[in-house]
């Protein structure tokens, strides 16, 4: 499974970036996941529903499962939150795992920048950031730099970076 995330400061348009690039990547044939890293108390559950309540009374896991879809909530109670390297196996795999944030993880990144933002750049900081995409001209470093607005070029470096030329030629056969 071939890893590849998206640092940048809140604000900057990972998710959006990720909406345009997912459908882009599996019209390729890919087949995609997504991992994605909140830095608040966050919850997928709603109070009152039998699986909130479970993880209230203790539960250190509750699975809920339909025809649909099914979603394994895990809670940390007193344990440290995972890292990237340990939360990957729980997933299934797939030819591309995008990872949104873990911006301080040893996986390869696009920084997504947009100077509008007001942050310094993470890609001084960050020898894992290998590109970077913005709104706005910007010369002022060695990485190559995409345009934050086209999808395809950015999926193309991508498909590049992680090899994925094999996959997309077996789908299309």
């Known amino acids: ?25 599996v019209n390729r044939g890919l087949k995609v996941s997504t991992l994605k890293h909140a830095h608040h108390r966050f919850d997928v559950d709603k109070p009152g529903k039998d699986s909130y309540e479970h993880r209230e009374a203790g539960a250190s896991e509750v699975m809920i499962s339909s025809g649909n879809r099914w979603a394994l909530m895990h809670e940390l109670r007193d344990e440290k939150e995972p890292t990237l390297e340990e939360l990957i196996p729980h997933m299934s795999p797939v030819d591309l795992l995008l990872v949104e944030g873990f911006k301080r993880e040893s996986h390869q990144k696009l920084e997504i920048y947009r100077p509008s933002v007001g942050k310094r750049m993470l890609h001084l900081d960050d020898p894992q950031i290998i590109a970077i995409a913005t709104d706005e001209p910007f010369s002022d470093t060695q990485l190559p730099v995409l345009d934050l607005n086209d999808p395809e070029a950015i999926a193309d470096f991508i498909c590049m970076t992680c090899e994925l030329d094999k996959q997309i030629r077996k789908a299309a056969d």
Do not use: D, E, H, V
């Open 1 to 25: 499974m071939k890893i590849f995330g998206f640092a940048g400061w809140s604000g900057s348009g990972k998710t959006t970036l990720l909406k345009q690039l997912i459908p882009t990547l």
